[in-house]
């Protein structure tokens, strides 16, 4: 086994504009720790981001809550992310897992009682279950109360949509979509996306704009536009991930965690923020209601 090596990222800085309510939540994070490689199929480990790495981010933005998702490199191996959680704790920490087709109902069963709520279907380069596989892991999570969460290039939505509408649990359409690069937010593939949420099964994820965004950041301009119609039409149906440790770009493009978080200033009333950050996290992942 290579060791890898430890974070060189920075972890602290400056707090965000954007007072956070209690209970807010990041919706989408990777950890990697030590003693687990990456498995074949799936991009390599640069450096490790552990749970105590990750506690001095989540401190610098005042979040109290976390969503684990399990990492390309890792594949359909669930290991290290059944240890994040052991070690966060099911009081504030909750997982979205690597689920197969052929998974055994035992394994979900045991991956509930740890913390896990949802199942990765990725369907861009060296994602480890794809859009393939999709109906029969719905089928296998549904009994569970678990959604899926889909990740793929939203200018080939037409690709996924028939799918997408198929779905009867809940699920979430990632990354804002990801349209790379992205589009207007008049764009068709938009007012999909608003009529699937219409349904109301689907939710929007605000997270990593810095992968697609063609003007940059902090403010991300072309993709806040798509997200601020998402957010005024289903303010409902949307939450916020801030996809730490940014693995996807190189260290030159990482963004800064704050300004990450600080969009919400310009993207959603306070009232919707707090929607965004608490209470719709609250709904789909079970967490405790805030007072």
Not at 76 to 94: I, K, P
Not at 123 to 131: M, Q
Not at 183 to 203: E, F, H, K, Q, T
Not at 249 to 268: F, I, N, T
Request: aromatic share 6%.
């Amino acid at each position: 086994m290579t060791a890898i090596p430890a974070n060189t990222r920075p972890l602290d800085g400056p707090a965000s504009r954007l007072e956070t309510p209690p209970g807010a939540t990041d919706c989408h994070i990777h950890l990697y720790l030590p003693g687990h490689e990456a498995q074949p199929g799936g991009p390599a480990i640069a450096e490790l981001a552990t749970v105590e790495d990750y506690r001095r981010v989540q401190a610098r933005l005042g979040l109290e809550r976390v969503v684990v998702t399990q990492p390309n490199a890792y594949q359909r191996d669930n290991r290290a992310l059944l240890e994040s959680l052991a070690q966060l704790g099911t009081e504030t920490a909750r997982g979205v897992a690597a689920v197969a087709a052929d998974t055994p109902v035992e394994h979900l069963r045991e991956w509930h009682d740890k913390g896990v709520r949802g199942a990765r279907i990725m369907n861009l380069p060296k994602g480890a279950v794809t859009h393939r596989e999709m109906p029969e892991v719905e089928r296998l999570i549904r009994p569970f109360g678990w959604h899926l969460m889909v990740q793929f290039n939203g200018r080939h939505l037409d690709d996924y949509l028939e799918g997408l509408r198929r779905v009867e649990t809940d699920y979430i359409i990632d990354h804002v979509g990801k349209f790379m690069p992205p589009v207007s937010a008049d764009d068709r593939r938009v007012d999909a996306i608003l009529r699937l949420l219409d349904r109301g099964n689907a939710w929007f994820k605000l997270c990593a704009a810095y992968e697609a965004s063609v003007t940059g950041g902090p403010a991300w301009n072309d993709v806040g536009a798509i997200a601020r119609r998402v957010i005024a039409h289903a303010p409902e149906r949307i939450l916020w991930g801030s996809n730490w440790p940014h693995v996807g770009v190189p260290r030159e493009q990482y963004p800064d965690d704050a300004e990450q978080l600080d969009v919400l200033l310009d993207w959603a009333s306070p009232e919707t923020q707090r929607r965004i950050l608490v209470d719709n996290p609250a709904t789909l992942y079970g967490f405790p209601t805030a007072s």
